[in-house]
């Protein structure tokens, strides 16, 4: 196997392997990586405690080997080479920070949304989707003012109350009692937490298995290593949306669909709907379920992001999927994995870093937890989620046979404790981030001049850009182009 070596700045003089990109790349079905990955190092980038540099760069690093492989597999080809920019990766991974919408910052967290003291330690919440914003109120027994315009700012008076509900239970009270009202909150652990997910000697980052195949469908040699290739986005909320925001860039045509009463924040759909198209289907209505299964049978990718379990419950389980369309490649994303305490419970990022112990470990100093510089489980499991889409596809070309592919952010989590490098104290402060103006653009959008983060992903002659900007939520028809 090639190794994959960089200057690390700071270390006069060294080098050293990267056996993060190897191992990301054996994770999600890769063979021996003939071809070396350059990384041109940007000094303060994504500066932790952990290794979080690494992290991202490894899965932008897989996911660029990913595509210029299946475009040399379609054209017969030798591969591209692949250069990955560290600036380029650590603006991308803030790619919802860096967002403007017509001159306008969007906000990130809500005022009930982060970590609150406990009895015995600390809990995390996540109430920025006012449903989640509901259910914690209710949890904790506190009158819903209602979340009409300004809602968030009258929030901001609800803090006290709900600061003092959840200093009289201890952590695990608290989390037990939201998730019960359907709402979202985890106890912050007091040190790292392994994953059960995790086994020993194995890369914990993606779980792989064959689907029943039907006859080969080659995809003809293409500019773009996607192009032709149709994919169902069943996801919410960075990760998955950034998975197939990458497919999308790559040439596949991408049709997000969502159920119409769980309305997506417009700020997080301009964010990750680059290239895609957004449409609305209610999967228990009999009409809108006649529509999607029209889409499915001409479908080659189906990503989801929802809990465990709750797609099956409609029929659409990976094994129904491959069934009605043999050779379909189903990419399935969630928070906790399928083991543990929290398994088939809903999660975000902010929440996985909390229970798994990385608040803790990024905490600047005193008792109160920490978070990592980005939503780095999120971004960093879309690009693996969309790398290994791709290697189904290259392995598709010969095979015909369709793939099932798992990974949580939990065991993205577990993979930044422990499978990396140990943890290291941060660099020195005088080492400034650098500069993210030449990773960003301004795109026209039916939203306004949109500036947003360029994408990551790159080898030799991939595209600079998406083809389109982000259309409004639910706006376009349940169709393929």
């Known amino acids: 196997m090639t190794t994959h070596r960089r200057k690390r700045p700071g270390r006069a003089g060294g080098t050293t392997t990267d056996p993060a990109t190897a191992a990301a790349w054996t994770a999600i079905g890769g063979g021996p990586l003939t071809e070396p990955v350059t990384y041109e190092p940007a000094p303060g980038a ?25 475009l040399a597999r379609r054209s017969g080809t030798p591969a591209p080479a692949v250069r990955i920019h560290e600036a380029a990766v650590a603006t991308a ?20 949304s982060g970590f609150w003291p406990a009895r015995d330690g600390w809990v995390r919440t996540h109430a920025n989707y006012p449903h989640h914003r509901a259910r914690l109120l209710t949890a904790l027994g506190i009158p819903d003012p209602g979340t009409g ?22 952590a695990l009270e608290a989390q037990e009692a939201v998730y019960a009202a359907g709402g979202l909150a985890v106890a912050v652990a007091p040190g790292p937490v392994p994953s059960p997910a995790r086994t020993p000697g194995v890369p914990p980052l993606a779980g792989i298995e064959a689907l029943p195949g039907g006859d080969p469908r080659p995809l003809p040699p293409a500019a773009l290593p996607a192009d032709g290739v149709r994919v169902l986005d069943l996801t919410r909320v960075i990760a998955g949306p950034v998975a ?16 119409p009463r769980l309305p997506e924040d417009p700020d997080a759909h301009a964010d990750t709907g680059l290239g895609k198209r957004s449409a609305l289907l209610d999967l228990t209505d009999p009409c809108d379920r006649y529509v999607f299964d029209g889409l499915l049978d001409s479908a080659d990718v189906v990503v989801t992001g929802y809990r465990p379990g709750a797609l099956d419950a409609l029929g659409l389980g990976p094994a129904e999927l491959a069934a009605r369309r043999p050779g379909l490649i189903v990419a399935r994303l969630d928070a906790w994995g399928d083991r543990g305490p929290l398994a088939g419970r809903r999660g975000f990022d902010s929440l996985v870093q909390a229970a798994t112990g990385i608040a803790v470990v990024e905490a600047a100093g005193g008792d109160r937890p920490g978070v990592l510089p980005a939503q780095a489980l999120d971004h960093g499991t879309g690009y693996l989620l969309a790398a290994a889409v791709l290697r189904a596809l290259t392995d598709r070309q ?13 065991a993205t989590a577990d993979w930044l404790l422990t499978g990396i490098r140990p943890p290291l ?18 795109t026209p959008s039916p939203y306004g001049p949109l500036r947003h983060a360029l994408p990551p992903v790159h080898y030799a002659g991939a595209p600079r850009t998406w083809s389109h900007p982000p259309g409004h939520w639910g706006a376009a028809p349940a169709t393929w182009h």
Request: glycine share 8%; with cysteine.
């Open 46 to 70: 994504l500066a932790a405690r952990l290794p979080v540099l690494e992290l991202a760069r490894a899965c932008v690093g897989v996911c660029s080997v990913a595509a210029a492989e299946l």
């Open 93 to 112: 991974f803030v790619s919802e920070r860096q967002l403007r919408i017509d001159g306008r910052t969007p906000t990130s967290f809500a005022p009930l």
């Open 149 to 170: 315009a300004g809602a968030r700012t009258g929030d901001q008076a609800l803090t006290g109350a709900v600061a003092a509900e959840l200093a009289s239970r201890t």
């Open 244 to 259: 197939t925001r990458t497919l999308a860039l790559l040439g596949a045509d991408v049709l997000r669909v969502d159920p």
């Open 398 to 410: 010969s095979t015909g046979a369709g793939r099932l592919i798992q990974l949580s952010l939990a």
């Open 425 to 442: 104290d941060p660099p020195p402060a005088t080492v400034p981030p650098p500069d993210p103006a030449p990773w960003l653009t301004v």
